[in-house]
């Protein structure tokens, strides 16, 4: 693909382009820019996420919220939603420091790989994008130096994350964390210090109930 040259009318599009999407996460998904991989269909595993309006209100609370927590079950697409969000968060926004965190490493890192598909799909012709280092992922890492910029994966704990400093933390499928119910402290200085904490899992009684249903003491 020929370099885009700088103060063109192509440059001016593009740029454009860029300010709605990094001004709503929600805009790439209207334009039709945002892909997934769904394992289960082998037929047609690339599929064009979708335009529904309750998702979309899924993004709206996130955007608003500092602390949401999100029962779901399978195929609901909550956690490809909220993957986008947190890749918009990190890849849009200069210095954002955003963490997954599942049960192991292995997990947190399935997640990264989903935002580097979403990455690599994206339109390069229609955007001017920040550069991803080395062009991929890493091993639970994305990261973009010309904005200081990165998402980081961790597995579950509550030491994980006393030393960073977060901009937003998303945490799968905590439900079935072991150390679920003690990795929420740790998500208290992020929340209050105008970061963004988000509770996505499966069904599941104990402490996710009581969570869900603020019934925590």
Not at 57 to 73: D, G, Q, S
Not at 121 to 149: A, D, N, T
Not at 172 to 180: C, K, N
Request: charged residues 20%; glycine residues 8%.
């Amino acid at each position: 693909m020929p370099q885009l040259e700088p103060n063109t009318a192509e440059w001016d599009r593009r740029l454009r382009n860029m300010e709605r999407i990094t001004e709503h996460p929600w805009a790439a998904i209207e334009e039709g820019w945002v892909w997934t991989l769904d394992a289960v269909d082998l037929r047609t595993p690339i599929k064009q996420f979708p335009n529904e309006p309750w998702l979309r209100e899924v993004t709206e609370i996130w955007l608003k919220e500092p602390l949401t927590a999100w029962p779901k079950t399978r195929r609901m697409k909550m956690s490809w939603v909220m993957s986008w969000n947190h890749l918009w968060l990190a890849a849009f926004h200069e210095g954002a420091q955003v963490y997954f965190q599942s049960e192991t490493e292995d997990k947190s890192n399935h997640l990264i790989t989903g935002c580097e598909f979403m990455w690599k799909h994206l339109p390069q012709e229609e955007l001017v994008l920040p550069k991803l280092k080395g062009g991929r992922s890493f091993w639970c890492l994305m990261e973009w130096p010309g904005i200081y910029s990165a998402i980081h994966g961790c597995a579950q704990g509550p030491n994980q994350l006393r030393g960073p400093t977060a901009t937003a933390v998303f945490a799968d499928e905590i439900a079935f964390w072991p150390q679920g119910r003690a990795s929420l402290g740790a998500f208290k200085p992020t929340a209050e210090g105008g970061g963004k904490v988000t509770l996505v899992s499966s069904a599941l009684g104990g402490f996710w109930k009581d969570l869900c249903f603020d019934n925590l003491g």
